[in-house]
T-cell receptor
Framework: SAVISQKPSRDICQRGTSLTIQCQVD?????MFWYRQQPGQSLTLIAT?????????ESGFVIDKFPISRPNLTFSTLTVSNLSPEDSSIYLC?????????????FGQGTRLTVV | LAKTTQPISMDSYEGQEVNITCSHN???????ITWYQQFPSQGPRFIIQ???TKVTNEVASLFIPADRKSSTLSLPRVSLSDTAVYYC???????????FGQGTELSVKP
């Protein structure tokens, strides 16, 4: 099974600042996914990060607000920039892997961001 | 990507069997059905995956009728620790992005 180390696990940030979240995977993967989960809500896909190319953003998410880096096949960062209280959410990274006859998604522990 | 519809919440008691049904009327031929479980303050965790008929593993069963327009996750003899949100996802395997619906919040009571 894939092991994803995500950090920080939580942070409290001031308005207007930025937070960078890191995800490290225990083996190489082609795609990494970044999600946001607002309080009491389901997960919303922010973007898909491929190594060596620019991330693909979902509708409603833009690179200036959520820049993503993918320097190699085991690591990615998501930055949430120019923070406002509306950005207070849990952010999760995810990868997919085949195990037995299934294709499973594995998630990091999540980063709980509070903007004050 | 096929849209899914699930009950928003369900209640159960310890020891009961729980069946959560998901509707996916627009499922495509190459789509699989996958269920995830999420506990508070954790990322979702894979439960079970199937294409048709019935799939069973050590934690759950998945029933898929012939038309594949719905699926039912069956949890046998639930315990308090099964209290979680359960998500049904439909899509092709590998390389596809996961689109989460609203999920079903299951509450298991003593």
């Amino acid at each position: 099974s894939a092991v994803i180390s995500q950090k920080p696990s939580r942070d409290i940030c001031q308005r207007g600042t930025s937070l960078t979240i890191q995800c490290q995977v225990d083996s190489q993967v082609t795609m990494m996914f970044w999600y946001r989960q607002q309080p009491g809500q389901s997960l919303t896909l922010i973007a898909t990060a491929n190594q060596g190319s620019e991330a693909t953003y979902e509708s409603g998410f833009v690179i200036d607000k959520f820049p993503i880096s993918r320097p190699n096949l085991t690591f990615s960062t998501l930055t949430v920039s120019n923070l406002s209280p509306e950005d207070s959410s849990i952010y999760l990274c995810s990868v997919e892997r085949q195990r037995a006859r299934n294709t499973e998604a594995f998630f990091g522990q999540g980063t709980r961001l509070t903007v004050v | 990507l096929a849209k899914t519809t699930q009950p928003i919440s369900m209640d159960s008691y310890e020891g009961q069997e729980v069946n959560i049904t998901c509707s996916h009327n627009n499922i495509a031929t190459n789509d699989y059905i996958t269920w995830y479980q999420q506990f508070p303050s954790q990322g979702p965790r894979f439960i079970i995956q199937g294409y048709k008929t019935k799939v069973t593993n050590e934690v759950a069963s998945l029933f898929i009728p012939a038309d594949r327009k719905s699926s039912t996750l069956s949890l046998p003899r639930v315990s308090l620790s099964d209290t979680a949100v359960y998500y049904c996802l439909v899509g092709a395997l590998l390389g596809r992005k996961l689109i989460f619906g609203q999920g079903t919040e299951l509450s298991v009571k003593p």
